[in-house]
Every structure is written in structure tokens, then in C-alpha cells.
């Protein structure tokens, strides 16, 4: 991909010039490496002083479309969200379907519970994520109910929160869970002081 950019010449007093640019579906070789390079458009012994640091690489991340399972009743607004993800391959059975025969998860890479909460789950490496789970079986602990939470807080600095925002989130109920730091458990968002959202990592 070729693009031109203009950079506005950087006046005394002023901090450097950015410009942000979006590239979806970046290609890359079979080493998923990534070389960019800035060429003047003045053409070589243009007005660059610092030619070096116009050639840079990165490292992109495997490309594979990912198998999601999700348990529990037909859900349109989860769906089409998982519909948006050109990498996301989805698959809904019924939470009675799950109960009966729990292998119908293997070689799914993400497991999905929607308002069911399994005694049973698939093993690692399979990530779960659960929608209101309840009961002694829930992955995390909870200590009780919020009705129309809102967030007002979020753990920015936790890795599965990153490009993510809840600023326009509506939540009619949600579960107040007491994560376990001893179990590898962390809160992801909070309602004041409340842990709506939690996570668990599991090694």
C-alpha cells in the first residue's frame, strides 16, 4: 500500500507532528512481518535530515478465523455482534442441548455461556466468557446484585480492556462479584465500588 501524507514542518516551540493513520487487513509475509518506509516526495537527497529513522517493522499476530460457541437461548444483539468479526466463526446450541452432552464445546476455541452457567466446562486452552452467571458454579464469586448499574470505572491497563468502551453501555442487572487475587481473578469494570465485570487467568 502506497499513501501520501503531509506533514506540517515543526515551528520552535511546538512538539513534533503526528498524524494517525488506520490500515485494516494489513498484509504481511510468512513471517507475519510488517515493513513500513517513508520515501520523500522530493525523491532521494530530498529536504530529509534524518533518513535513518524512515524505515521501521513490526511483528503481526497469525491470522485464523476463530471457532465461538455460544450456549444458551437465540440472543440477536450478541449474534450480530459476533457477526461483525470477519476472524469469528460462530455456533449456538440451546443450554439443554450443552447440559446433555458438554463435548459438543470440544475444538471451539471460545465458549460463550449466555445466561447459563454449566457445571461442566471445556478444559484449557478454551476461553470461556460468561453473560450473568449465577450459582455456586459461577467462575468467580459473587457477593450480590446491582439493578441498573453503571459503570464508572474500568481497569484501562488490563489487556483484555484494551480498544474497548463502555461509556454508552445500558445495564438493566448485573451480578457484584469478589474477585480472588489469590486465583488469579481481577475486576475489569466497576459501578462505583461494585465489580460488575471480572476476569480469571488461568496458567
Known amino acids: 500500500d502506497v499513501r501520501d501524507l503531509e506533514l506540517p514542518a515543526r515551528r520552535p516551540g511546538e512538539p513534533p507532528a503526528r498524524i494517525r493513520q488506520l490500515y485494516p487487513n494489513l498484509p504481511s509475509d510468512q513471517d507475519h512481518r510488517l515493513r513500513a518506509v517513508l520515501r520523500s516526495a522530493e525523491g532521494p537527497g530530498g529536504s530529509d535530515p534524518f533518513p535513518v529513522d524512515d524505515e521501521a517493522f513490526a511483528l503481526l499476530p497469525g491470522y485464523r478465523t476463530q471457532k465461538v460457541l455460544v450456549v444458551g437461548e437465540e440472543n440477536l444483539f450478541l449474534e450480530g455482534a459476533l457477526l461483525l468479526y470477519d476472524n469469528a466463526s460462530p455456533q449456538r446450541v440451546s443450554a439443554g442441548e450443552y447440559q446433555a452432552d458438554p463435548s459438543v464445546a470440544h475444538g471451539y476455541d471460545v465458549v460463550i455461556f449466555d445466561e447459563h452457567t454449566p457445571d461442566v ?7 470461556l466468557v460468561y453473560f450473568h452467571p449465577s450459582g455456586a458454579a459461577s467462575p468467580i464469586a459473587i457477593r450480590g446484585d446491582a439493578v441498573a448499574p453503571r459503570v464508572t470505572d474500568i481497569a484501562d491497563d488490563h489487556p483484555v480492556m484494551q480498544w474497548i468502551s463502555l461509556s454508552d453501555v445500558n445495564i438493566g442487572r448485573s451480578a457484584v ?27
Open 121 to 127: 466446562v471445556p478444559p484449557p486452552p478454551t476461553h
Open 177 to 203: 462479584f469478589a474477585p480472588d487475587g489469590r486465583r488469579g481473578e481481577s475486576a475489569l469494570a466497576f459501578s462505583v465500588r461494585d465489580p460488575v465485570i471480572a476476569v480469571r487467568v488461568e496458567k
